[in-house]
């Protein structure tokens, strides 16, 4: 079983629209979880850090359940700049920073 | 906004030959990371570092692999003898506080071996 997995998609998403997606870990002692988004062959960007309560970010919603082990990404009122690869990764307890990434997940949003 | 700088940005190298790679973390933060992602895969852990030594390293960063921080800006990773599967691009990053804190990441050296 992967460590982070992810569904690839593409989303394709209208502009305006609402779009959902989760990610699964495998190792029950994770303790830090983030979203980064990715453009064509960039450098991986911090879009937020996820807490056990959730947390909002403007058009970005992110929801933690650790008993069953997955994180979600909830992206509202899409923009076309939205358009891009969402990695998640998991830190595991113990782990010096040895984060661990999703394959992604693509999102294309349309006009 | 600070960020990680990383130079070259592409680098081309013959098989079996020496590459050092270069990284500016952001200058208030204390630990340092390595990472790589081979085209079309996804990004892959290589070595975190902190307080001049190595804290983690992956089964990726074998003998071939070593990092050192030379001065107080600068981050490198040297490949002793490259093979064509080292071919992937490599990203720096950093983050300010502890392991479990967000990292921030450079543009990215992509490594070509011939």
């Known amino acids: 079983r992967k460590e982070v997995e992810q569904d690839p998609g593409p989303f394709n998403v209208p502009e305006g629209a609402t779009v959902a997606f989760n990610c699964t870990y495998s190792n029950s002692a994770s303790q830090s979880f983030f979203w980064y988004r990715q453009d064509c062959r960039k450098e991986p960007k911090l879009l937020m850090s996820v807490y056990s309560s959730g947390n909002e970010d403007g058009r970005f919603t992110a929801q933690l359940n650790r008993a069953s082990q997955y994180i979600s990404l909830l992206i509202r009122d899409s923009k076309l700049s939205d358009s891009a690869t969402y990695l998640c990764?998991?830190?595991?307890?113990?782990?010096?920073?040895?984060?661990?990434f999703g394959a992604g997940t693509q999102v294309v949003v349309t006009p | 906004e600070p960020e990680v700088t990383q130079t070259p940005s592409h680098q081309v190298t013959q098989m079996g030959q020496e590459v050092i790679l270069r990284c500016v973390p952001i200058s208030n933060h204390l630990y340092f990371y390595w990472y790589r992602q081979i085209l079309g895969q996804k990004v892959e852990f290589l070595v975190s570092f902190y307080n001049n030594e190595i804290s983690e390293k992956s089964e990726i960063f074998d003998d071939q692999f070593s990092v050192e921080r030379p001065d107080g800006s600068n981050f490198t990773l040297k490949i002793r003898s490259t093979k064509l599967e080292d071919s992937a691009m490599y990203f720096c990053?950093?983050?300010?506080?502890?392991?479990?804190?967000?990292?921030?990441f450079g543009d990215g050296t992509r490594l070509s071996i011939l």
């Open positions: 990764v998991v830190n595991a307890f113990n782990s010096w920073g040895k984060f661990q």
């Open positions: 990053a950093s983050s300010e506080q502890g392991p479990n804190q967000p990292q921030h």
